[in-house]
């Protein structure tokens, strides 16, 4: 299978078990780069490619929608199959929507998305939208893996969403989360040193920070940790966790602006005086 | 893996996409043979053993006591591990509790239990008792399958049983299916044929009918099906699908007594009609 390097540690944990053959596909500041993806089709037997093309978890990477458009080309072209994990779309706090994939290529693509980041991630309530033959097999594997979803939870999800309260919640949750992202972003133009880049995403919850080659993020997380500053090292997101020695994933959801703008400060400190 | 034959269903669904070597061992109207478990353990490398020992589905079985002490005995010599599934265990209609495997040999068992079948299969929440090591390996591997369950659900399960509502609600269920199971074993003695064979357990869900060699009963599923009678055609209890041929598996938990009475009768009439 193909994954974008780096890509989300928790689909890397759910997919290791059955052993797939990990081929990596290049990216750049606006997500998977086509000519990498095709290179990879023409190369070899990928049973599917799997892509965080919003708001991307580890980067917050959004792939552009003329980027979208060669992608959902070449996947047409080759007839292979795209998993399309969309967790974050919804969390816009800039610019304007870009459709799916799945909206370019829908007989290619298997969409799937969740509640857990717009309504609550306790519930468990996933959802996908996949050609119709795949979606039998996937009520196949369903029943072989846990044989359903808490009917209770999703009975409650559907009445949350019937009764028009995601809509009304959406705009709450932004008005959140944006300025938080606001915090981190200032506070890193204000801090942290001038040789070190990170992306400025429109919406999700991540921003990543490359510092210069040969930097070693993961030694400087156990320096961070000692002053209670705690961030994931981007070596993790690597299928092959040979890249990315000298990156990061911050999270700015969870804490408040004053504790993020502290905690910017610190780590900044932290790589001053290693 | 070595599982009874015949298993349950469900759990060669789970484990089959791992492809497993299944090794089959032999059982009698007591369950596992402990004599067949100990051969499959001296022959090859086994890597756990999956036995569902109270009420078994699809059989109805339960290992007696004297049975569990030497099964207990042979995984403690051979290091073998062990996973006793326990889903029916709490629903006893005659006769005394049997303690289970995992109290005669706790370091060797995985003990998995569910609150499906006693309160409700829709809030899918089950528990396990394992040996250390082997829990935090369950942490893990539970992370990377699905972070975690239901968090809500987890939360409505413990006040449920945490207020005493799980002991009080026992023995209704207890009511309400024993009497079901009284209705099918006395249809099963007036109607079936003398050449048909059935268990006839304490407890649980299930009766486990076998006919005289040679008897199709997928043959006679569809027969009865034209008839609304449905029942599990025995052979999809088999890891090799090859035998069984001859069995089937009757829950008596959902349909009223005057419901199963007829249905009985009317399996019969198939049976002895063609």
Not at 37 to 44: D, M, S
Not at 89 to 112: M, Q, S, T
Request: charged share 25%.
């Amino acid at each position: 299978m193909a994954v974008e390097a780096p890509t989300y540690l928790g689909a890397l944990q759910a997919f290791t078990p059955y052993e797939p053959e990990y081929v990596r596909m290049d990216t750049d500041d606006d997500g998977l780069i086509p000519e990498s993806l095709e290179r990879v089709l023409t190369a070899g037997n990928i049973k599917f490619i799997y892509l965080v093309p919003t708001f991307q978890n580890p980067t917050g990477r959004t792939i552009p929608l003329e980027r979208r458009r060669e992608i959902a080309d070449i996947i047409k072209k080759y007839n292979a199959l795209l998993v399309e994990d969309d967790p974050y779309g919804e969390l816009r706090y800039r610019g304007r929507d870009i459709p799916p994939i799945k909206a370019l290529a829908p007989d290619n693509v298997v969409y799937i998305s969740t509640l857990s980041k717009v309504f609550a991630p306790g519930l468990r309530i996933g959802f996908c939208h996949a050609p119709d033959q795949i979606s039998k097999w996937l009520v196949i594997v369903k029943q072989g893996t846990d044989l359903h979803t808490s009917t209770f939870n999703q009975a409650l999800a559907a009445e949350y969403i019937a009764g028009g309260f995601l809509e009304r919640h959406l705009p709450k949750i932004i008005d959140l989360y944006s300025p938080k992202q606001d915090a981190m972003l200032s506070a890193l133009d204000t801090y942290f040193p001038k040789d070190f880049n990170w992306s400025r995403p429109e919406g999700g919850m991540f921003l990543w920070v490359e510092g210069p080659e040969g930097f070693d993020m993961e030694e400087l997380y156990w320096q961070a940790v000692k002053r209670n500053v705690a961030f994931v090292p981007g070596r993790y997101f690597f299928s092959s966790r040979q890249e990315g020695i000298e990156t990061m994933r911050l999270n700015y959801t969870m804490a408040d602006e004053q504790t993020i703008d502290n905690s910017i400060k610190v780590l900044s400190e932290v790589i001053k005086t290693g």
